[in-house]
């Protein structure tokens, strides 16, 4: 299966993202539009041109991560890692002690008790895993086995396991109780913070009555936010429901953002500790010239947690020229109005679809791992796990049959 087939086949059996992130990537989109008008007209390439705010698609992996390996994988004390398995990989870094912590909150709202059960951070993204409990819900809410596969049970598994998956009758519970999600940003030490970029959550049910999990990553660099050394104050924007009026009210009309309401939200400690010497970034910019792009890794940063790298790149006009000549301005509607104009992606995003990190012999360093996490007209981001030992070379290499094409690598470090 290809890149493309395979995202189609993500694409046709992945759920809704929850409501408020669902609001929030349809505003980001609809910005993305405006500016730079490249959507397409699948919902493949919807999800590739909006570039770092594709977090449907990241949504996609973790849905089906859970969906898949839920049961498979072990029990560990740090359920993050087990949820975020294509963000985080399926093992737990050495550091994760050190910079994860647990059980920050807990009260009870209308009915609903409401824990932040873990929170980590790796000096570029937030995690945070918390769980609403509906106590007067009898219910379990996670999907059995036998409803998930039915006859086709994978072997070894209970027909009565219940799995992660998440039941759509426990949003409509939960909302019933008056509680859920206010507004579309959170705050740090009292500062708002509008929803960053590549951000994104996934939810799923369990083995407890009226319990909901939501496992959430807040890219803070990409507001250019960072936690500072020592505790830092987090205030999730969850609770007890706000009213649109009330929202209304708490607007800064100079800056858009919402002042801290007195209700509605929930706040933690974190304690960050020296988190910045552990961080390690590199800025190569070696370019890579293709006949249809060239392209450069402007950022290859390595966390306790993950692996960040940034590549810059420029289409060749003669190339973007001959795809409009053969395929016309833009796609069109109905009217056969063009929506908006073909861009670099739509000449070089396959290319960047097969690229995968790889050493200098060109073996993959996260066989099985897909890191493309975004692409627009300009540049793309791949995600990987935490790197033990980062080597001294690295490249970002299309793979064709599971072979690394290295004469189009583009050196990382």
């Known amino acids: 299966m290809n890149s493309k087939e395979f995202k189609e086949k993500l694409t046709s059996v992945t759920p809704d993202v929850p409501e408020h992130f669902h609001l929030r990537t349809e505003r980001t989109l609809e910005n993305i539009v405006s500016q730079e008008a490249h959507m397409k007209e699948s919902t493949k390439k919807a ?19 859970v969906m898949l ?21 399926k093992e737990i870094p050495p550091m994760a002690d050190e910079l994860m912590q647990s059980n920050l909150y807990q009260d009870t709202v209308n009915n609903v008790e409401i824990t932040v059960r873990e929170a980590g951070y790796d000096g570029r993204t937030l995690l945070v895993e ?8 009898d219910k379990v809410y996670g999907v059995t086995a036998a409803e998930e596969f039915g006859e086709n049970l994978p072997d070894g598994m209970e027909p009565d396991t219940i799995l992660e998956q998440l039941s759509d009758e426990a949003f409509d519970a939960l909302a019933a109780h008056h509680v859920g ?21 996934v939810y799923s049910g369990s083995k407890v009555p009226g319990e909901i999990i939501y496992t959430e990553y807040w890219r803070l660099d990409n507001e250019g936010v960072f936690l500072h050394d020592g505790v830092n104050q987090i205030t999730l924007p969850i609770g007890a429901s706000v009213n649109a009026e009330t929202r209304k009210s708490l607007v800064d009309q100079e800056t858009k953002m919402y002042r801290m309401p007195e209700s509605g939200v929930v ?9 910045s010497s552990q961080v390690k970034s590199f ?64 000449v070089f995003g396959e290319w960047v679809e097969s690229l995968e990190l790889v050493d200098v012999k060109g073996q993959q360093v996260f066989p099985g791992h897909y890191g493309q996490n975004g692409i627009g007209n300009e540049w793309a981001e791949f995600l990987y796990p935490h790197l033990d030992n980062i080597p001294d070379e690295l490249f970002l290499a299309p793979i064709e ?9 583009v050196r990382v470090k």
């Open 283 to 346: 800025s190569l910019n070696e370019e890579k010239v293709l006949p249809d792009v060239t392209a450069k890794v402007t950022d290859a940063t390595f966390t306790p947690l993950m692996t960040y790298i940034t590549l810059d790149l420029k289409v060749n006009p003669d190339s973007l020229a001959a795809f409009i000549t053969a395929n016309g301005e833009g796609p069109k509607n109905d009217d056969g109005e063009v929506m908006w104009p073909y861009g670099g992606m739509d």
């Open 401 to 409: 049959n599971g072979q690394a094409d290295m004469s189009q690598g």
């Open 181 to 201: 999600w206010n507004f579309d940003q959170l705050w740090i030490n009292g500062q708002g913070v509008d929803m960053p970029n590549n951000s994104g959550a």
């Open 267 to 275: 706040t933690f400690n974190y304690e960050v500790k020296d988190i």
């Open 130 to 137: 918390y769980s609403y409990r509906m106590l007067d819900v």
């Open 47 to 65: 999800i590739r041109t909006a570039g770092r705010y594709s977090t449907r698609t990241i949504v996609i992996a973790a849905v089906l991560a």
């Open 69 to 89: 390996c839920a049961v498979a994988l072990a029990a560990t004390q740090w359920h993050v890692f087990d949820r975020l398995p294509f963000m985080l990989g």
